[in-house]
């Protein structure tokens, strides 16, 4: 019966106007022609969007971690077409869930078209809501023409091109020429109804995708799932450190990821793995049960200690060391919750009291325990010029030159002679008067 039915679809097929996709859309186009007039009009799509104030946002392969591309926004295209600018994003801050937030970074650069990447630039082009049909058959054709010269890539691409056109799928009238092209792609023994959607979760931007197989890319793909899946399991075991109540904190060893990310990260677990043997398997759920209730159990004693914190008192005044040192072991139980961080480093630089000119303070050890949170912050916001200039100060109280270092970044984003620019040069002009004076007193 299912032979029966295949063969039917295929007869129906072969009795539309349009012998095969391509031919349904561009009559009497080569495949490759009609990818490469569609990669010609892309700057065109670019700059219609930058005219509505829609910048292209896009991700380049990052040289220093492969499995972390960065991410660009494109905000100018040149005159030729040809190429164009785009700022580097950085993070500032993260949403609800624990995944990070960006904006444009201070660093502008110029790229060929040519050199984005087929993989990333799936995830800019709409394929997904776009009204013309055409437009996203031209670009699993010019996907389909990037693998025929991609040597070690072909699976790639391949593979791009599938999840483009099983989105376009979804209607029934396209579907059976969409794969047959696909089975002749792939050089697939099927006919067009003999495939099937498989739901895969793309880890590195946080999406699903359906894929058109066939039978043998299934069980493979079913293989490969039950392994991400023990993988990722394990992965979520680790980050999350000791989680033993029996244990004060801090505790060993620290969680490596941000409590609320870890939780969001069991539920895409549960979502992506939820009907694969392992998921199945003994302890695996109750595993990642016991380490959400944890989770809870944690951030529930976080705001605990944050308002013993706000209530810490010395002789009726509030004691800034005690709160101080009450959130650092708040933070030591969710020690990648950057927000955080920043409380207990904001919190120790109150402690310090560093005078208004930057040279001294009231407590050096404020400026001291302060400095290894605000380098932590800065890893991942290396543009946030507050932070660079409290990290300044802090270095400059204790009369550290490394401070300087900050308050020039700061200038090199801002400037000299606006916001925070401006602050960091009057900070950078009363270490030298203080230095100069230090020289004139021969001390």
Avoid at 89 to 100: I, Y
Avoid at 216 to 227: A, N, P, S, T, Y
Avoid at 321 to 329: D, F, H
């Amino acid at each position: 019966m299912k032979t029966l039915t295949a063969l039917l679809l295929l007869l129906a097929c072969s009795c539309l106007s349009a012998e095969t996709l391509l031919e349904k859309f561009f009559p009497g186009k080569e495949e490759k022609k009609v990818g490469d007039n569609w990669f010609g009009a892309l700057p065109e799509y670019v700059v219609g969007q930058i005219k509505l104030n829609k910048f292209p946002s896009v991700y380049i392969a990052n040289p220093a971690d492969a499995k972390n591309p960065i991410k660009i926004e494109i905000f100018d295209v040149d005159k030729t077409g040809t190429k164009f600018r785009y700022y580097v994003m950085v993070r500032d801050g993260t949403d609800t869930t624990g995944r990070a937030v960006f904006k444009r970074g201070s660093k502008s650069d110029w790229m060929e078209f040519t050199k984005l990447e087929p993989r990333f630039l799936a995830n800019m082009y709409p394929v997904k809501g776009n009204p013309k049909d055409e437009d996203v058959v031209a670009f699993a054709a010019w996907l389909y023409s990037k693998k025929a010269t991609a040597n070690a890539e072909l699976k790639l691409y391949s593979d791009i091109a599938n999840q483009v056109l099983s989105i376009l799928a979804a209607k029934a009238d396209l579907k059976p020429l969409i794969e047959a092209w696909i089975i002749e792609k792939e050089g697939w023994k099927a006919a067009p109804g003999e495939l099937e959607l498989y739901n895969a979760w793309d880890t590195t931007f946080q999406l699903e995708r359906d894929m058109l197989v066939n039978k043998d890319l299934k069980d493979k793909l079913v293989g490969e799932r039950e392994k991400a899946a023990k993988s990722e399991h394990a992965d979520i075991l680790k980050v999350r450190g000791s989680y033993d109540k029996r244990q004060r904190p801090p505790r060993k060893p620290l969680p490596t990821q941000q409590l609320v990310l870890i939780d969001w990260r069991i539920k895409e677990f549960r979502r992506t793995f939820g009907g694969s043997t392992f998921f199945k398997g003994k302890d695996v759920d109750s595993k990642l049960t016991e380490i959400q209730d944890s989770i809870q159990d944690d951030l529930d004693a976080i705001k605990d200690f944050k308002k013993q914190a706000n209530e810490a008192k010395k002789d009726g005044k509030p004691d800034l060391q005690k709160r101080a040192e009450i959130l650092e072991l708040a933070s030591s139980l969710d020690p990648e919750d950057l927000s955080l961080c920043a409380e207990v480093a904001n919190a120790w630089l109150g402690y310090a009291n560093i005078a208004a000119h930057g040279n001294s303070c009231d407590h050096n050890e404020g400026c001291r325990r302060a400095i290894p949170f605000f380098e932590k912050i800065l890893k991942q916001y290396p543009e946030n010029t507050s932070y660079l200039i409290s990290l300044g100060k802090c270095y400059q109280a204790q009369e550290n030159g490394e401070a300087k270092k900050y308050y020039k970044r700061v200038i090199e984003i801002c400037g000299k002679d606006k916001g925070d620019g401006k602050i960091a040069g009057a900070l950078m002009d009363n270490m030298d008067q203080k230095d100069a004076a230090r020289k004139g007193s021969g001390k």
